[in-house]
Structures are given as structure tokens and as C-alpha cells.
């Protein structure tokens, strides 16, 4: 059987959500800026990385997720009201990054990386909502391998730096799948942990806040 470990995978999809016979387009990448990924590392979705590891350069593909393969329900009680001052830098509150419909990178106290959209801020608080952005949809998946093969030595490298928290914000969950952007660990897009028109993900802020 072939290791489909430590394999550079890049694909261009679309990605739309689906409610009975209506397609939503939600995400999408292209070949000029594809998701790629590294398999074996946990930073693609696991149902995603199992349908397209074992594709090679060319192959298109197409599949569907239901919600609870995908992101499971949407649950009310990760919505949470934060205090301000977490968000403070210096005594002064980060408006920079943090604003409404803001998608923010955090770390709980156990390390784990994650991210909440701002839905509102008020004078002593930011209610956050921590449900993945995809949470209570059914996915459908059509696209593309742009380039399948072994990683090098520098790649898989390079994605054990990013997942330890040197650089493309500590490796967090975003989008579809998770990352940062161009640079070999995200959602293909030009933002932090963003992809294209990936659900304001063209908006995110890059200062990680940890609590």
C-alpha cells in the first residue's frame, strides 16, 4: 500500500454548502492559489485529506460531507461573552484586530489553537462565537489536484515550525480546512487563515490572543 504520509498535496475547489436541492457556493480556490497541504500533519480536514490523498496531479474529484462528518451542529453555548480586557495590548484594547464580523485566532489554556468571530462589542465585553464558521452544514467538494508528490525535507519542516507556533498564527483551525494563507499552510487565500471569498476570511486579523 502507498504511504500517503508527508505527501504535498494542492488542490483548487469550490466548496458550497447544501440545503436539499440549493448549493451555496461558500469558498473557493483556484489553481493560481490553491489549499495545500502536507498529509499526516492533522492540517486539512481529516474527511477532506482522506478523499483527495491518494489522487494524483490532474485528477478532479467530487464529494459530500454531512454536517456531522464536516463540523458538526451549530451549539448556542459557544457563543460567549469575553471579558475586554483579554483582548488588551499594553493596557489598550486591540481595535486593530478585534471589531465585529472579525474572525480572531485564540489559544485556550491547553494550547489548542482555534478561532471565534467577533459578533459584538460593548464596553466591558466581546461576544465571541466559537462555532466553526461551517458548523451545522451539509458540505459538498468539487475540484481539482494541482499537484500531488513527496514533500521535501524543507516542507515538512516548514510545516512542523508553523504547527508549533512559528509563524502563520500558531497553526490554528480556519475555513474549510486551517491556516494562513500562500505560504504552504492555508486556505489558499491572501489572509491569515483565509481563502478568497472564504466567510469574511479576507478579513482576519493576525494578532493571536491567548486565554
Known amino acids: ?8 498535496i494542492a488542490v483548487a475547489y469550490k466548496l458550497y454548502a447544501v440545503d436539499g436541492e440549493t448549493k451555496e457556493l461558500i469558498e473557493e480556490t483556484s489553481t493560481e492559489q490553491p ?8 492540517f486539512a480536514h481529516p474527511e477532506f485529506e482522506k478523499h483527495v490523498v491518494e489522487l494524483t496531479t490532474g485528477d478532479d474529484f467530487g464529494f459530500s460531507l454531512s454536517k456531522e462528518q464536516a463540523f458538526g451542529d451549530y451549539m448556542e ?6 471579558d475586554k480586557q483579554i483582548f488588551c495590548i ?22 489548542n489553537h482555534f478561532y471565534g468571530k467577533v459578533l459584538d462589542i460593548t464596553e466591558d465585553t466581546v461576544k ?5 464558521p ?3 452544514k451539509d458540505l459538498q467538494y468539487e475540484g481539482t489536484i494541482v499537484m500531488s508528490r513527496e514533500a521535501t ?6 510545516m512542523v515550525n508553523r504547527l508549533s507556533g512559528e509563524g502563520c498564527c500558531g497553526g490554528g483551525n480556519c475555513g474549510g480546512h486551517g491556516g494562513c494563507g500562500e505560504d504552504g499552510c492555508g486556505c489558499g487565500g491572501d489572509g491569515c487563515g483565509c481563502g478568497g471569498d472564504d ?3 479576507d478579513e482576519c486579523g493576525c494578532g493571536c490572543h491567548c486565554h
Open 77 to 82: 453555548e459557544r457563543v460567549l461573552d469575553l
Open 1 to 8: 500500500m502507498e504511504n500517503n504520509t508527508n505527501k504535498y
Open 90 to 111: 499594553n493596557g489598550h484594547f486591540d481595535h486593530e484586530n478585534i471589531y465585529k464580523d472579525a474572525i480572531v485566532p485564540l489559544q485556550n489554556e491547553d494550547g
Open 199 to 201: 466567510h469574511n476570511h
Open 35 to 42: 489549499f495545500h497541504f502536507i498529509s499526516g500533519f492533522g
Open 134 to 136: 461551517y458548523a451545522g
Open 128 to 132: 465571541m462565537d466559537l462555532n466553526h
Open 153 to 158: 525535507k524543507e516542507e515538512i519542516q516548514a
